[in-house]
């Protein structure tokens, strides 16, 4: 396999490719870019079909971690870690192991929660690195990502409709996991009407338990509802000229990563007036949450809720360029993420 020429490659900085035989760890650890700082990033915990599913994943995300640094203005670069589930013969022993190797990386790279990693995961890879996420006043990083794209779905609701108010508005969440759930109860206590899909029974079950009033539909069938907001918070690359076509919202703002199944949709939605928000925008919240640990002082709340504040604002700006000059918002995302990381890490401060 030549991986400069997959297509997910995009100049990476460093691929490691983790096997111990023992435990049976098999992963991929993906740093894409530094120039803002070490890289972070969560590590993820899935089956795949075979190896080359798994570095493609970690090449697409830590891509992804680059520009959602640049964009959320925190001090890191882009990195991402990926465990390859199915040969794993104890779960502890992988991640004490995966704990070792990011000691081998002094620094260059600090990781945490993502899909598929639990709290014991994250205590088992902290019990032998300094490098891991999350331990040290974070807290739970679903209920922040989900903040974080509250908050951008209001500035989008606001340029659509003239008020960031979400009362009244119904949002089709696409996933119930940590963050869609976490969500659906923040559009509840907005008075937003909620209609969700999940594939996990459980799921399902726990949000029609506290949610009041929430609609429940066939997984398949998340496209095709009446909203004023679509939001994706399951797994990426759901947005492509099949499922495009269905939707009935006027704004795509989501948590879930890499919703874009190739580039291309991005200008898919822009011709089908679709405001589509970068999703490495909307769901930085986590991201700011984690990163507030390795701030000088320490983990600060109003820090973390002042940053996620400040998605909202970047969304506002994100739309307003998009309008005046005629291109999809995440074009001029990207842009945005190319200049701060062309100026450097001198633009940006751990405690700003």
């Given amino acids: 396999m030549h991986i400069t020429n997959l297509a997910e490659f995009d100049n990476h900085e460093m691929i490691l490719f983790l096997h111990d035989k023992e435990s049976g760890l098999k992963g991929f650890i993906s740093i894409h870019n530094t120039a803002l700082g070490p ?131 119904t949002v089709a969440i696409q996933g119930l996991g940590k963050v869609g759930f976490e969500l659906a109860k923040l559009i509840y206590r907005d008075g937003g009407n909620v209609t969700a899909a999940d594939i996990n029974s459980n799921a399902v079950q726990k949000a029609v338990e506290e949610i009041p009033n929430i609609k429940i539909v066939h997984p398949d069938e998340i496209y095709d509802e009446e909203a004023d907001v679509f939001s994706p918070c399951a797994l990426g690359g759901i947005l492509n000229t099949d499922t495009v076509p269905r939707l009935r919202a006027q704004i795509i703002c989501g948590g879930a990563n890499n919703q874009l199944e190739q580039p291309e949709i991005g200008e898919l939605l822009h011709r089908s007036e679709i405001i589509y928000i970068p999703d490495y925008v909307a769901n930085a919240g986590g991201l700011i949450n984690v990163v507030s640990e390795m701030n000088r002082g320490g983990y600060s709340r109003s820090w973390v809720e002042k940053k996620i504040v400040d998605i909202g604002i970047t969304v506002v700006h994100l739309l307003e360029e998009s309008d005046a000059r005629g291109l999809p918002p995440e074009q001029i995302a990207e842009e945005w993420g190319r200049e701060r990381i062309k100026a450097g890490a001198g633009t940006l401060h751990p405690d700003s």
Avoid at 60 to 74: D, F, I, P
Avoid at 135 to 147: C, H, P, S, V
Wanted: net charge positive; glycine share 16%; proline share 2%.
């Fill in 39 to 169: 890289a972070t990033g969560g590590t993820r915990y899935l089956e795949y079909k075979d190896e080359s599913d798994g570095l493609r994943d970690a090449l697409r995300l830590s891509r992804a971690m680059t520009y959602k640094c640049a964009l959320a203005g925190v001090p890191f670069g882009g990195g991402k870690g990926v465990i390859i589930a199915n040969d794993v013969l104890s779960r502890p022993a992988v991640f004490r192991k995966y704990g070792e190797y990011l000691n081998r990386l002094g620094g260059n790279f600090s990781t945490g929660e993502d899909v598929g990693i639990t709290d014991d995961d994250v205590r088992e890879m902290g019990a032998v690195s300094k490098h891991v996420n999350g331990l040290r006043g974070a807290g739970e990083l679903g209920r922040w990502a989900a903040f974080g794209v509250h908050s951008a779905m209001q500035a989008a609701v606001w340029k659509v409709f003239g008020e960031a108010e979400i009362k009244g508005r």
